[in-house]
């Protein structure tokens, strides 16, 4: 008998569910990190992001060497021009409409020679023939390199009524010089003196003009 009763004891131990111990218990998950309470409204976004990304250098192999015939004529400034622009190379914005243009040429001295440094600004309309006048859409400055060399990577501009031709303002200034206040325009309505050389490329249009200024 006392046999018996230890051998009903043997069997209940056995039997029992062993106690779940600290360490087999599962891990506690960290509460997340609090949800930032500012955020910015506008952030700047360099002109060369990957939504607008710039030619490569080898798109100035098309410039070939410099050359001018006469200084470059003045043109009205107009009453859309805004002053202290932001400098960059594009002005193109995620999600607009229009035909890529890039823009390439030299700022001349009038010896023909390149001039580094240059200080270039450019304000135009949109494809819908509209200028940002609150804001810097579609307005930008910039400097040549140093082989006196400029880029501009935008759209082609719209047509409005009051002035059914497509062109773009610029004003140029040399280390030293006067500013001057002229506009771009386009083969189908060519302004003596004024007029891009430009190209379809395909996927984009590639325009050329030289300044010449004093």
Not at 2 to 17: S, V
Not at 104 to 112: A, F, K, P, Q
Not at 155 to 183: A, F, N
Request: charged share 20%.
């Amino acid at each position: 008998m006392k046999r018996l009763l230890i051998l009903f004891l043997l069997i209940g131990t056995a039997c029992t569910p062993a106690q779940m111990n600290e360490a087999s218990a599962p891990p506690s998950i960290p509460a997340s990190d609090p949800a930032p309470t500012h955020i910015p409204l506008v952030q700047d976004v360099p002109a060369t992001s990957a939504s607008s990304p710039m030619p490569s250098a080898d798109i100035f192999s098309e410039l070939g060497a410099p050359t001018c015939a006469g200084l470059t004529p003045e043109n009205t400034e107009g009453p859309y021009y805004t002053p202290d622009t932001t400098e960059r190379k594009s002005l193109l914005e995620e999600g607009w409409q229009g035909d890529k243009l890039i823009l390439i040429g030299y700022v001349l001295d009038s010896n023909c020679q390149p001039i580094p440094g240059a200080w270039l600004d450019f304000w135009q309309a949109d494809a819908n023939g509209e200028y940002d006048n609150s804001g810097y859409n579609l307005r930008g400055h910039q400097f040549t390199d140093e082989q006196g060399r400029y880029t501009l990577e935008t759209i082609m501009p719209g047509l409005y009524s009051s002035r059914p031709i497509r062109h773009i303002h610029v004003k140029i200034r040399v280390p030293g010089g006067e500013v001057v206040t002229t506009q771009l325009y386009f083969p189908e309505q060519p302004i003596d003196g004024l007029t891009v050389q430009l190209e379809d490329k395909g996927d984009y249009h590639l325009g050329i003009f030289n300044f010449v200024v004093r």
